[in-house]
Every structure is written in structure tokens, then in C-alpha cells.
DNA sequence: TGTTGCGGGGGAG
DNA sequence: CTCCCCCGCAACA
């Protein structure tokens, strides 16, 4: 009922665009705007409509008995991709021949049904990245199994890199039950390890199917996972509790391979920046004469410096963490042209103003489900009422936030949360827009061979302002998102309800926390959790809920920080400030970032409250069960929320 | 030592 | 009857 008006306003959407489409279809040659959508899509990642190219589906319909009628056969679509494959059956009204498989995924997350090549290794090996475990579901011919989740630390410590412990659970369940307990792999904690369970699906964990058929490998996964990501099976070391200092080892080494792979296959980037003096925005322009590295501190080597100035009228210095381009690598490196889903990258910058007396410093944390921890990315040091310093510093972002195989420059991310007054936003965005478009105006120019320039930039400076989005357009969308995919409307109207309440002045911290509790006992999944984990967070509350402001807990962090500022023998007078100075402090706030960590309330109530299962009494709802992969749906009569009851 | 897959069995609905 | 979970076992790396 309630969800009649936005499910028809998205048809009506649908429909137009379609129709918009299909027009300009017929004006223009097919192929070559196919391929112009193509680029365009893969550069507009946040643009509100779905349907800005529709891509065309690779999936067509299975004439074969068993697996059509077991994984195609269900009345609720629950996968975009499936939703597609489900359209083209309808309009072509007929069973079409096999042609294509599926890719292989490594890390399905969300309901959806694939069909492997019956050749494919990983899928004869039933290989997931998640940990999943054999379950007996007593019939031979379908192979089930469920995911174990994740093992955290019962510290909810953090690693000096800004990473949270991430344990991947052991297959069998007595092997897990010796990990359960152990000491926390972060050798300088004295917390253990705690599991974690995936309750993705419905309370229960996440489950895939597999089924062996001769024309293919058939997939089914249900639920969609409400913890991180465990260590990748085949990057899982041998021995998980090897120190920390192993780990950090490891992924460095990581990262500097990954560098090394990004400085290939980049795009090539138009240097329209007249080279101002002293000014180094790559490492590339870096020599031996320009900066003496050995001088740096020994955290900082060379392939982490994004860029630094030492002009008197523009000084700055950014940096990037070791571990960063292998976390944006992890983040972006996975299908994002699917526009449903929102939560995948969020970047949230912040200035701290006089970090030292005359400068301020600029810092970004990556948020996302598929990192644990808001570990700091990138920091700029710059001196105060200059601009060079947070250009530089997007600028680097937009770079390291695109994947490197494509040929068009475009940053995945989904957001840019940021502290910029209006008018350092709109430097910052036109810094980005215009970057952005003078890399993708050569590709595109070489694709197309287009004479005039003109229109082609007008359009995709359109196309990439508006995916530029304000906080109230994206709380909007995720709001629409959110309603769109709950499928029972009185879960629709409780939601709606809650939003409102917490959205109010008069929401309590009490509230605040027990309602994000009610939220991660797993009943509306991870989009509202992805959610939540964005509009909920400590740090960017304040502009959203007007409570959490007194969760923050900032004063001690800024007196803590200021015993240690006067450590520093940092030159009052900025002629007398030099590289290493202000390395220095840069390299210093991180570590300091690292020792006092915000915790964010959801993580806490997470840990706190983690043993609150669905069973416990609470409200209870009578919903539909989603149609299983072996049955018509079937009615689920009770589900319990939880609720934490504050005295 | 740990993973993978099979199958028996109990319990809830 | 379905579907959840737990357990032990055997083959294998």
C-alpha cells in the first residue's frame, strides 16, 4: 500500500527514460551510441535513474528440465540481474537457446542465480570467497552450503594501520571452535577472538547452492551478508596468527605491486597544470635533487608522497597510508555499473583546523562494508587560507578512486562526505569535474573521432556535476532505495516511522543506540545496515541526527593532540617551514589517528549487543518467507526483532 | 592439521 | 514434509 506510489514513480521513470532512449535510437546510428552510453555509464556511477544505459543481458532462458525449474522458476525477483533476465523472458515470450555463462563471482553477496561454464575450475571447486560451510540438506543432486561469517576481535581493537581485525573462520566446525578464543592476531591487544555469525538470510546464515548439470554449473545464493569480509581463501596465509607484523608486511608488499600494475595501465592523464615552481603533484616528477628521501622518516617512502609544495604562498604536503591503494583496489575492484547498489564506497573527508598553529590538515577515511574501520587514506597538510593543498588532495583521491583496467578516467566512489565551506566545495568539485573531463574527453574523442569538442565537454561536465551529489539528495535515494527493496509493507511503515523519529530533534542517544541495534539483528539486511553505517556514523551524525552530536566525544582527542602538537618544534615563521616538518606532522597525526580511533556507534552496539539473536522476544511480525530455490514460497509465521530494552 | 563432501539424526514448524 | 542444526566419518592435500 504504502509502497504503491514509489514503486509506480519508478516505472513511470523507467518508462520515460526507455522511452527517451528508444528515440534517440532511431535518430542516431545504434552501435555507436551503445558505445557512447557505454562510456558514459561507466563514468556516472551516482546518477539517480537505473536505467541510464540499459545494459543488454547476457542471460537467456534454460531448456533444461531440472535447473529451469528449481533456479529459474521464482515468483520474486530479488536480483537486479535477475529482475533483467526475467524482462527479456517476457518480452520474448519464447525459450531462447543457451549461449552464454556467467563469470565467474568470487564474492557473491545479495540473492541471485548464475550459471557457470560446467568447465569452470572455481566453480567445480565451489569455490566463495566468504567461508562457507558444508550443511546437509539430505538431497544428493544440490549441494548446499552456509556461510560461518567472520571472526573480530572481542577488543574491537584497531591495527596501527587503522584496520580492524578481520579473522577468517575456519570450514570445520571444531577447528573454529579452537579459533573462537584465541589471542587477538594484533600481538600489542589482549582481546580474543569472538565469531561473528552471518545472519544475512532472514536470521539464518547466508546459503549457496550449487547443482551440476550438463549444460552448466547452476548457483543460487540467498541472503545478503551483514558482516565484512573475511581474508580471501587463497590469500588467507597459512598460518592466520602469524603477528601483526606479518600482516603489515604483507600488505604492503601488496600495495606496492598494485602500484607498480596502476603505473602501466593508467589512462593518460593531460597535464594542463602549468608547472608552478617547487609544486610536484606525482612521484614520477620527483628526483633525487628535489627531495632528499632519505631525509624523510622511515614510514614514509617515497611511493606515498601524492604530492607536496614548499612555495611560501602554497605549502602542503599529502600523503597516502601504505595500506590505501590495496583498500581502494578491494573497495572498487568489483561491479559497480549495477546502480541498486548504493553503500560501496563512501569517502569522508574532514579538516582539523590548527593542527599546528598555521595549518590545518585535511584527512580521508574510506567507509565501506568491504573494509572494517574507517582507517585514514590519504592526509594533507596545507597552510591555512590556501587552496592548492585540498585540490591536490581530491585530485589524488579521484586517481587512486578509479580502477585502473578501464580505459576512461571515472572515481567510483559513491560519495564524497566533506566539511568544505561552499565555495572550497565548488573549487574542490571543479577541480574533479575538470580533471575528470580532460582525460575522458581524449579517450572519447579517439572512440568517436568527434570535430567539435564543445558539446561533447558541456555534456559530460552535466553528466558528472549532477552525479555530484547533496546530502539530502543521497539520503533521498537511499531512503528510495531502502523502501524499494522492503517487501512487506508494514516493515515499510515501521521503517518509515523510525526514520522519522531518529530524523527528530527530540531522538535520544538511548533511542539513537537501541534502534541501530534493532537494525543489526539482521531483519532489513544490509541496505539499511550500509545505510545506517553511513547516516549513522559518529562523525558525520552531527549534520544529520542532531543527538549524536554527544556521542562524538571530540575535547579529549583535541587536548590529547594538543600535549603532543608541543612536541614539535614546528617553525612559527612559514619561510622557515620545510618538507620534513611538516611530514612530520602529518606522519604524527596518523598515528595519533590510529591510537585514539573513533569508535562509531554502530560498531559499538554491534559488539555490545552481538549476542542478541532474532529468537530473543521482541516484536514480532508475521512476514513471508522469500520462495526458496526447491519450493514455492511458503508462509513464515513468526519473526522475532530484537530490541535492547533501556531501564 | 585442515578442507570437502556424505550421511545419520534431532528438532521446529 | 521441509529445513534448520549438530555430529561423525572418510578421502584428500
Redesign the pocket.
Known amino acids: 500500500m504504502s509502497l504503491q506510489p514509489l514503486a509506480k514513480e519508478k516505472e513511470d521513470e523507467v518508462s520515460r527514460i526507455s522511452r527517451y532512449t528508444d528515440k534517440v535510437r532511431t535518430e542516431v546510428d545504434g552501435e555507436i551510441l551503445a558505445k557512447f552510453n557505454h562510456a558514459l555509464a561507466s563514468i556516472v556511477i551516482t546518477e539517480g535513474s537505473p536505467v541510464w544505459y540499459p545494459d543488454t543481458p547476457r542471460h537467456y532462458t534454460i531448456p533444461s528440465s531440472f535447473a529451469r525449474h528449481y533456479f529459474l522458476e521464482s515468483d520474486r525477483p530479488l536480483h537486479e540481474r535477475q529482475r533483467a533476465f526475467q524482462v527479456t523472458e517476457t518480452e520474448t515470450g519464447i525459450l531462447q537457446p543457451i549461449k552464454e555463462y556467467d563469470e565467474f563471482e568470487e564474492w557473491i553477496d545479495g540473492s541471485a542465480k548464475l550459471r557457470y561454464s560446467p568447465y569452470s575450475r572455481e566453480a567445480q571447486?565451489?569455490i566463495s570467497g566468504w567461508a562457507m560451510k558444508?550443511?546437509?540438506?539430505?538431497n544428493?543432486f544440490v549441494?548446499?552450503k552456509?556461510c560461518v561469517g567472520v571472526l573480530l576481535c572481542s577488543r574491537d581493537c584497531t591495527l596501527p594501520n587503522g584496520l580492524k581485525i578481520v579473522v577468517r573462520p575456519?570450514?570445520?566446525?571444531k577447528?573454529r571452535e579452537?579459533q573462537i578464543g584465541q589471542n587477538c592476531p594484533n600481538a600489542s591487544c589482549t582481546g580474543t577472538l569472538l565469531h561473528r555469525k552471518c545472519t544475512g538470510n532472514n536470521g539464518?546464515?547466508v546459503?549457496h547452492f550449487w547443482v551440476h548439470q550438463e549444460d552448466g554449473i547452476y548457483f543460487e545464493s540467498k541472503g545478503t551478508h551483514d558482516h565484512f569480509r573475511p581474508q580471501a581463501r587463497r590469500a588467507t596465509p597459512d598460518k592466520i596468527s602469524s603477528s601483526k607484523h606479518n600482516i603489515i608486511k604483507q600488505e604492503t608488499e601488496q600495495q606496492e605491486t598494485t602500484d607498480d600494475k596502476r603505473q602501466i595501465s593508467a589512462p593518460p592523464e593531460t597535464k594542463k597544470c602549468k608547472s608552478r615552481k617547487r609544486q610536484h603533484s606525482d612521484r614520477d616528477n620527483l628526483s633525487a635533487t628535489d627531495v632528499d628521501t632519505s631525509r624523510f622518516p622511515t614510514q614514509l617512502t617515497i611511493g606515498l608522497l601524492k604530492g607536496y609544495s614548499v612555495d611560501e604562498e602554497d605549502q602542503f604536503i599529502c600523503l597516502t597510508l601504505p595500506e590505501s591503494e590495496t583498500l581502494f583496489q578491494r573497495t572498487i575492484s568489483h561491479d559497480q555499473s549495477n546502480i541498486s547498489t548504493y553503500g560501496k564506497l563512501y569517502l569522508l573527508c574532514q579538516t582539523f583546523y590548527d593542527v599546528v598553529p598555521g595549518f590545518n590538515l585535511l584527512e580521508t577515511r574510506m567507509i565501506s562494508r568491504n573494509v572494517m574501520g574507517w582507517p585514514i587514506v590519504m592526509a594533507t597538510l596545507y597552510k591555512q587560507g590556501t587552496k592548492e593543498g585540498q585540490i591536490h588532495h581530491m585530485k589524488a583521491l579521484a586517481r587512486l578512486c578509479s580502477t585502473p583496467e578501464e580505459d576512461i578516467f571515472s572515481p567510483k566512489w559513491q560519495m564524497v562526505i566533506h566539511d568544505f565551506s561552499a565555495d572550497q566545495s565548488q573549487t574542490i568539485t571543479e577541480a574533479i569535474v575538470n580533471m575528470i573531463i580532460n582525460s575522458q574527453v581524449q579517450t572519447l574523442l579517439k572512440v568517436f573521432q568527434y570535430k567539435s569538442v564543445s558539446s561533447l565537454y558541456k555534456m559530460l561536465r552535466e553528466k558528472i556535476t549532477s552525479s555530484l551529489q547533496s546530502y539530502q539528495t543521497h539520503f533521498e535515494l537511499c531512503k528510495r532505495e531502502i523502501i524499494s527493496r522492503l517487501q512487506d509493507p508494514l516493515l515499510t511503515m515501521k521503517f518509515r516511522d523510525m526514520a522519522d523519529t531518529l530524523m527528530g530533534s527530540k531522538c535520544t542517544a538511548q533511542e539513537y543506540v537501541s534502534t541501530d541495534c534493532m537494525l543489526s539483528g539482521g531483519l532489513f539486511g544490509s541496505v539499511i545496515r550500509e545505510f545506517w553505517n553511513f547516516w549513522g556514523s559518529s562523525i558525520v551524525a552531527p549534520k544529520v541526527f542532531s543527538v549524536a552530536a554527544e556521542l562524538v566525544g571530540k575535547p579529549e582527542k583535541t587536548d590529547t593532540w594538543q600535549k603532543k602538537q608541543e612536541g614539535f618544534d614546528f617553525p612559527d615563521d612559514p619561510k622557515k617551514v620545510t618538507l620534513q616538518h611538516m611530514s612530520d606532522v602529518v606522519i604524527t597525526w596518523c598515528h595519533y589517528q590510529s591510537d585514539h580511533w573513533p569508535k562509531s556507534v554502530v560498531q559499538e552496539s554491534m559488539a555490545n549487543f552481538s549476542h542478541l539473536r532474532p529468537k530473543e522476544k521482541g516484536l514480532c511480525y508475521t512476514i513471508e518467507r522469500p520462495g526458496?530455490a526447491?519450493?514455492q514460497p511458503v508462509a513464515y509465521?513468526h519473526f522475532y526483532m530484537p530490541r535492547y530494552h533501556w531501564m
Open positions: 571447486a565451489h558444508y550443511t546437509n540438506n539430505h544428493k549441494l548446499k552456509t575456519a570450514i570445520s566446525d577447528v579452537r539464518y546464515p546459503t526458496s526447491f519450493h509465521p
